[in-house]
């Protein structure tokens, strides 16, 4: 399992983001996808999607600085039921010190069978992707894929992006795919898409 803690200091919840962001962006411009953070905007259109059940948890893939996170405490979700998942270290370290309560995952959604505790296998209600999936080859589109089924068997996820069409192949994955919001008042205008498997 990777590395887990549980945000829990009280400190300016986006101190030093926009500077992390840019200097990630600056070291990997396609692991960013975007050339800012996302907005609150298109946080909020996100987390109008969200569904889950008492006991279930909302798991953000790819969390980046934590705008969406944000979004997703502002539109109700509870603290202790986000788990959100990041690979990249010092990005994972700054959601650990600026979202208390949530549970911060250093680990890869790649591998979201390991990287999530067992406890949460079949307890996702609903996932949501921040990870340009769009700039990434089919077979690494699949492994997403099969990782989110892993853990959220028939759920499928909520991926954010910038492309005026569908930004996966779904029918070639075995997914269905719906547009279910779109804000200009992001930068670039972004959509929110719904994938599920039956495609």
């Not at 996302?38 to 996100?46: E, P, Q, V």
């Not at 492994?143 to 909520?158: D, I, K, Q, T, Y």
């Amino acid at each position: 399992m990777s590395g887990i803690t549980a945000g829990n200091r009280s400190s300016g919840a986006q101190k030093g983001g926009f500077g992390l962001f840019l200097k990630r962006w600056a070291a990997n411009p396609l692991q960013m996808g975007s050339v800012v953070p996302s907005s609150r905007a298109l946080g909020r259109r996100i987390a109008a999607q969200v569904s889950r059940s008492a006991d279930e948890v909302v798991v953000e893939l790819g969390a980046g600085t934590g705008a969406v996170s944000r979004a997703l405490l502002d539109g109700g979700v509870p603290p202790d039921r986000l788990v959100v998942v990041e690979i990249v270290p010092d990005m994972a370290r700054h959601l650990a010190r600026t979202l208390p309560g949530v549970t911060v995952i250093e680990g890869d959604a790649f591998a979201l069978s390991e990287a999530l505790p067992a406890a949460l296998h079949g307890k996702v209600g609903t996932a949501i992707c921040g990870i340009p999936l769009v700039l990434l080859p089919i077979d690494q589109q699949r492994r997403f894929v099969a990782a989110v089924e892993s853990v959220a068997p028939g759920r499928g996820f909520l991926l954010y992006s910038y492309c005026v069409t569908s930004p996966l192949p779904a029918r070639t994955l075995g997914l269905t795919a719906k547009r279910e919001a779109w804000t200009p008042l992001n930068f670039p205008p972004a959509s929110v898409w719904r994938y599920r498997p039956g495609g």
